[in-house]
Nanobody
């Protein structure tokens, strides 16, 4: 399953963006979905995740209170609302999904996800 992330761009510190993750021609229903980010020269890190049911969400400490993940299965899209952006949020943001019925800490690990796509670049200027 190929995912498509979009919505990135250049924004000033304190600004907001809404990132979208879609699966053209396929449903997101039944898939847990996560967002990860990778800054230049650094490893890919967990940002946020939502269970397949949408009942539970998880966030990295660095983004808690500023980012919100949500899913709209009718639109086959998972969103990441990013607010109060900081220069250190600059990274390529990737979405990923898994058919596995995972909850809790496993959703924070790259290895838990089978499906990925190209990321979307978020650049935050100071």
């Amino acid at each position: 399953v190929q995912l498509q992330a979009s919505g990135g761009g250049l924004v000033q510190a304190g600004g907001s963006l809404r990132l979208s993750c879609a699966t053209p021609g396929r449903t997101f229903s039944g898939y847990a979905t996560g967002w990860f980010r990778q800054a230049p020269g650094k490893e890919r890190l967990f940002v946020a995740a939502i269970t397949w049911s949408g009942d539970s969400t998880y966030y990295a400490d660095a983004v808690k209170g500023r980012f919100t993940i949500a899913r709209d299965d009718a639109e086959n899209t998972v969103y990441l609302q990013v607010t109060t952006l900081k220069p250190e949020d600059t990274a390529v943001y990737y979405c990923a999904s898994t058919r596995r019925n995972l909850v809790g800490s496993p959703l924070r690990f790259i290895e838990s996800y089978a499906n990925w796509g190209p990321g979307t670049l978020v650049t935050v200027s100071s």
